[in-house]
């Protein structure tokens, strides 16, 4: 696994990470966990520099994302009932996140991505429940900001230990993910409180 991300990030660099997210989070099987994890390590010991890294899986994810958001608008359920095992997103998958959209509505867009097998499935189901773009965008970007920058910033602090953390959160992931979204939550509600109060302060 390693040598072939190495083999595609030679040969095509940071468009190859944009093209890998996009795919990805459009549905085929990709290790994008492992892959951003790879690429935070490879910006540790400088063969990548961090903030194009870091812009190239964020373009990537949010362009494939807003694919399946597109996909799901103009082609409704019959698309994925007749294509979705093509692009690995089964009717199991497809049943599940149905209910956690159900009971989570637009928080899925932002903790799905965390989830495998479900970030592939709730921006076709926000485009065919004609969720306002707006909206989606505001809450599956945010996912897209946080989740980039969870696991290129664990490869990048973790360096050669890369591969020990990943199966660590491989192993936990579920219970580190509820751990820290209170904690992401609090922060992203900071930000845009202290965001709110500047403007105040500057119209007064």
């Known amino acids: 696994m390693e040598h072939s991300l190495i083999e595609l990030l030679q040969e095509y660099g940071y468009l190859g990470i944009f093209l890998f997210l996009v795919l990805g989070i459009v549905g085929l099987p990709l290790p994008d966990e492992i892959m951003m994890t790879f690429i935070g390590y490879l910006t540790s010991i400088g063969q990548l520099n961090l903030y194009l890294t870091y ?3 964020l373009a990537g994810s949010a362009c494939g994302i807003t694919t399946s958001y597109l996909l799901g608008m103009k082609l409704g359920y019959p698309f994925l009932r007749k294509y979705g095992n093509k692009i690995f997103i089964t009717r199991r998958r497809l049943r599940i996140t149905q209910v956690l959209f159900r009971k989570y509505g637009n928080w899925l867009l932002f903790a799905g991505y965390f989830i495998p097998g479900v970030r592939h499935v709730t921006a076709y189901l926000a485009g065919i429940s004609r969720i306002p773009f707006p909206r989606f965008s505001l809450f599956a970007y945010t ?3 946080v989740w980039c920058a969870t696991f290129i910033g664990l490869g990048h602090l973790l360096g050669a230990n890369w591969e020990i953390a990943f199966d660590m959160i491989h192993k936990y992931g579920g ?23 500047t403007k105040t302060l500057k119209r007064n």
Do not use: E, K, T, Y
Not at 175 to 197: D, E, K, M, S, T
């Open 143 to 145: 996912g897209a900001v």
């Open 175 to 197: 219970r580190i993910f509820l751990i820290a979204l209170p904690v992401i939550a609090i922060l992203l509600g900071w930000f845009f409180w202290n965001q709110n109060q």
């Open 55 to 57: 812009l190239s899986a």
